[in-house]
């Protein structure tokens, strides 16, 4: 309806409540399961969840799939029981609906946690009448979310997309990777500006989780790679004196 008729658009969307941390997350799990189903063999490993707590800032469940999300990488996700290797271009024929929804979904779900302002927002990986809808709901919907939502949020749309099999990776890097790259150094330059001009703080303990998680997606390898070590490092060189670190030490680390 609001392709059809764009002026209902300042009308129709301020009515919209905006999803809760929950919700959002729930969403995610059951797109990226779906997505995860739709590769064509067994050989595929498991699809385990990601499980996140409503509690602000305290953890992801990102640390107890940390070897398995490793361990990818040495994995053949394109032959089937007789050894035999199925062409690519007809498992991406079968991933492509589902890669589409994944994306679509992941996108819908941005800007209620982003510290992006509307105008700077990445077009990649979205449609134009989905930017627009975006657009609106940012403008919109002005009150931002608590840096730990916002963490929480991104973190498990993260790990979503490392711990699917490589072929689907490689579709999805592109087409999500710019906009989460943005969403993590606005989360980051948050809480820069809480902290060290702000004068506020975080509870130890959710700290220390930020911490714990930004060093696994580091750890991980694939085309993600580079950009998450580059979020972790100017976590680092930011905050990273929250947790007693410097940016020494994460160079010392690579």
Same mark, same amino acid.
């Given at each position: /309806?609001?392709?059809?008729?764009?002026?209902?658009?300042?009308?129709?969307?301020?009515?919209?409540?905006?999803?809760?941390?929950?919700?959002? %997350?729930?969403?995610?799990?059951?797109?990226?399961?779906?997505? =995860?189903?739709?590769y064509p063999y067994s050989s595929a490993p498991? @699809?385990?969840? %990601?499980?996140?707590?409503?509690?602000? &800032?305290?953890?992801? &469940? @990102?640390?107890?799939?940390? !070897?398995?999300?490793?361990?990818?990488?040495?994995? #053949? @996700?394109?032959?089937?029981?007789?050894?035999?290797?199925?062409?690519?271009?007809?498992?991406? $024929? #079968?991933?492509?609906?589902?890669?589409?929804?994944?994306?679509?979904?992941?996108?819908?779900? *941005?800007?209620?946690?982003?510290? %992006?302002? +509307?105008?700077?927002? !990445?077009?990649?990986? $979205? $449609?134009?009448?989905?930017?627009?809808?975006?657009?609106?709901?940012? *403008?919109?919907?002005?009150?931002?979310?608590?840096?730990?939502?916002?963490?929480?949020?991104?973190?498990?749309?993260? !790990?979503?997309?490392? !711990?699917?099999?490589?072929?689907?990776?490689?579709?999805?890097?592109?087409?999500?990777?710019?906009?989460?790259?943005?969403?993590? /150094? +606005?989360? %980051?330059?948050?809480?820069?500006?809480?902290?060290?001009?702000?004068?506020?703080?975080?509870? &130890?303990?959710? *700290? =220390?989780?930020?911490?714990?998680?930004?060093?696994?997606? +580091?750890?991980?390898?694939?085309?993600?790679?580079? *950009?998450?070590?580059?979020? =972790?490092?100017?976590?680092?060189?930011?905050?990273?004196?929250?947790? &007693?670190?410097?940016?020494?030490? +994460?160079?010392?680390?690579?």
């Amino acid at each position: /309806m609001l392709n059809a008729q764009p002026s209902l658009k300042s009308l129709i969307l301020p009515l919209i409540p905006p999803p809760t941390l929950e919700t959002a %997350i729930q969403t995610l799990d059951h797109s990226a399961r779906k997505l =995860r189903d739709a590769y064509p063999y067994s050989s595929a490993p498991t @699809f385990t969840p %990601i499980t996140t707590t409503s509690s602000l &800032g305290f953890g992801s &469940g @990102f640390g107890s799939q940390k !070897s398995n999300l490793n361990n990818v990488d040495h994995q #053949r @996700f394109t032959s089937i029981t007789d050894g035999s290797q199925m062409r690519e271009s007809y498992v991406l $024929s #079968r991933l492509r609906p589902h890669i589409n929804d994944f994306v679509s979904v992941c996108m819908s779900y *941005v800007p209620y946690f982003s510290y %992006i302002r +509307a105008a700077e927002a !990445s077009t990649n990986g $979205s $449609s134009s009448s989905s930017r627009s809808h975006s657009t609106t709901l940012q *403008v919109q919907h002005k009150d931002k979310p608590h840096p730990s939502e916002t963490f929480l949020f991104l973190s498990a749309l993260t !790990s979503h997309i490392i !711990s699917q099999p490589p072929l689907t990776q490689s579709s999805l890097v592109p087409l999500l990777l710019p906009r989460l790259s943005q969403e993590w /150094m +606005a989360w %980051i330059d948050r809480i820069d500006e809480v902290v060290n001009r702000e004068g506020g703080m975080f509870g &130890g303990e959710s *700290v =220390r989780a930020w911490e714990r998680t930004l060093d696994e997606f +580091a750890d991980t390898r694939g085309p993600h790679s580079c *950009v998450l070590k580059e979020v =972790r490092d100017r976590w680092v060189t930011k905050v990273g004196w929250l947790v &007693g670190r410097n940016v020494q030490q +994460a160079m010392d680390e690579l």
